[in-house]
């Protein structure tokens, strides 16, 4: 088979992983959201939807909330501005979903004589490729509060846009002493540099040299996903929200989007600070290799959504200026000191 296909078809399937990855825990986190704060909470939780009786802790929930938001009614206000009014969730839950094929779930094995590299899309850029697409997504929140013809829809935009646009700053600002100490804004090529031991002993991971970054990384991309306590653009207590004239799937969308954002964090951060495929003092080579890496980056993502999930459910929604603060008086100064304080260690250090 000609070189160039194989290739072609090797990225559609990377790419077609990436894609069911994310739907798949997606789909999941729903599940886990109900659960995970029941158990909290000290009650059941999802237990109502089966299939013959058979309910399996609660697991066919999910696929109930797919069917409730394919059948329900789309209803369009009548003053919404209609064609920004659709695209919109297209926007938001797009370019989420194009940030997952840049992860790398896994490193270049060889199988049947060639190599294979397991990351969808390599680019000697792919830390920027993920957070400039986050920032494009922030269009998709803004354009739904303003196509909505409402003030209340207006005002969760405004609010989307003023605590995402703070946030992602922090973002960026958080990975900057763990990538000048890696020396790469390769996603693929940090993950490498972690492989090696330190003292023999202790992996290179960038949660035990930039722990600092860790914490600020981990808060801010909280504060991205829009989940509590930073709801403010959805305002759920309230009838403020972006979405507050959307229904049916277009909603769904939108309840997908904060999903996979919550998935492309815990995605960058276990490729940052955790290692990301890499299982320490195991070698991994060959077909078992491969599918160990995408196991290894797989659990960790998994491990860290679960602690955003313990997160959500533990701490109450802070006030808009209190998030406003938080990110610029607090978060971004803390992100500039551990940078500096980085570059000098790393320079002494050599």
């Not at 077609?16 to 158990?39: C, D, P, T």
């Not at 206000?77 to 790398?104: D, N, S, T």
């Not at 993502?301 to 008086?329: A, H, N, S, Y």
Request: aromatic content about 12%; charged content about 10%; glycine content about 12%.
């Amino acid at each position: 088979m000609n070189e160039t296909l194989i290739q072609i078809i090797w990225l559609a399937v990377k790419v077609g992983f990436a894609v069911m990855f994310g739907l798949n825990i997606a789909g999941l986190l729903g599940w886990v959201e109900r659960k995970q704060s029941a158990v909290m909470q000290d009650r059941v939780g999802a237990n109502r939807a089966d299939i013959f009786g058979i309910t399996i802790l609660g697991l066919f929930h999910p696929i109930a909330d797919a069917l409730k938001m394919l059948t329900k009614e789309d209803f369009v206000p009548a003053k919404v501005h209609k064609p920004f009014h659709g695209l919109a969730p297209v926007i938001a839950l797009g370019f989420g979903m194009l940030c997952l094929a840049a992860l790398p779930f896994g490193g270049t094995v060889s199988v049947a004589g060639r190599l294979w590299d397991l990351q969808p899309i390599a680019s000697p850029v792919s830390l920027l490729f993920v957070l400039g697409l986050l920032s494009i997504g922030v269009h998709g929140i803004v354009m739904a509060g303003y196509a909505s013809g409402s003030n209340y829809g207006l005002l969760g935009g405004l609010r989307a846009a003023a605590q995402m646009i703070s946030y992602e700053v922090c973002l960026g600002a958080a990975l900057a002493g763990a990538m000048f100490i890696y020396g790469t804004l390769d996603l693929q090529q940090a993950v490498i540099w972690q492989g090696h031991l330190i003292h023999g002993w202790l992996p290179a991971w960038g949660i035990f040299l930039q722990p600092l970054g860790f914490i600020l990384f981990l808060t801010a991309g909280a504060a991205v996903t829009k989940r509590t306590p930073f709801d403010l653009p959805e305002g759920e207590s309230e009838i403020v929200g972006y979405h507050v004239e959307y229904s049916g799937m277009k909603f769904g969308m939108f309840l997908m989007t904060d999903f996979i954002e919550s998935i492309v964090i815990s995605g960058i951060i276990v490729a940052v600070f955790l290692g990301g495929w890499q299982i320490p003092y195991v070698q991994l080579t060959g077909l078992v290799g491969g599918v160990l890496m995408v196991v290894s980056f797989s659990v960790k993502t998994l491990f860290i959504l679960l602690l955003l999930m313990q997160i959500r459910w533990t701490l109450p929604r802070f006030r808009f200026d209190q998030v406003l603060d938080l990110g610029w008086k607090n978060i971004l100064p803390l992100c500039l000191l551990n940078f500096i304080v980085t570059v000098w260690g790393v320079y002494l250090w050599r």
